[in-house]
């Protein structure tokens, strides 16, 4: 058995939806891009197989929007607003990594497990006018990633990795009632690994 750290530099895709079933109800979804970086450690119980732990911090996507207030809501006058959301969330996985060679030196993986997700103030649910107040929110969901290793020395390696954690939550509210919302976080990283 053998103990491997790696550092995960990369650029998340987030893919946000929200929508609020009150009155008519109101969608809202966003794209944005954010920087992410991890910290991984991982414990190689046999050639083929390793149980692994990760910090991913997913980085903070902005979504904006405008939102237009018509006249009869607002004394006669059109009026609308800027709305900035800086969505930021970070994870702790807990994982099974399976791997196998391609060819010398080069090796393929897989990863599975769960993350434990947190938002640190705003959650997706604010895409949508609803009566939550900052304050994040976390949960627990399946993440999956697809990879490639190049061994540079006997212990020091390079990596490209794909990861996707999807996020589905349903809150109620008070004033607003049910908010279902959708985070998929596509991340793409770059890795340098160091094996013990």
């Known amino acids: 058995m053998s103990i491997v750290s790696e550092v995960l530099f990369g650029k998340a895709k987030n893919e946000l939806y929200a929508f609020q079933d009150f009155d008519l109800g109101d969608s809202r979804s966003s794209s944005p891009d954010s920087d992410s970086f991890a910290l991984r450690l ?5 050639d083929y197989i390793a149980v ?9 996507s902005i979504s904006e929007y405008t939102i237009s207030i018509p006249p009869q809501f607002n004394g006669g006058y059109d009026h609308s607003y800027d709305v ?19 060819f010398e030196d080069f090796i393929v993986n897989v990863r599975v497990g769960i993350a434990h997700w947190k938002y640190k103030d705003v959650i997706p649910a604010q895409l949508v006018p609803t009566d ?20 540079l020395t006997q212990n020091l390696y390079v990596g490209l ?32 690994g160091w094996e013990f």
């Open 132 to 151: 939550v107040t900052n304050g994040g929110g976390s949960g627990n969901d399946i993440y999956t990633s697809l990879g490639l290793e190049y061994k």
């Open 84 to 102: 900035r959301l800086p969505i930021d969330v970070e994870s702790i996985k807990l994982g099974f990594k399976g791997k196998t060679e391609l």
């Open 52 to 60: 692994e732990i990760a910090k991913h911090d997913h980085g903070e």
């Open 161 to 192: 990795e794909y990861s996707w954690l999807g996020i589905n939550e349903t809150k109620e509210y008070d004033y607003t009632g049910v908010v279902k919302y959708q985070h998929d976080i596509k991340d793409l990283s770059v890795i340098v």
């Open 42 to 46: 991982g414990l190689e119980l046999t």
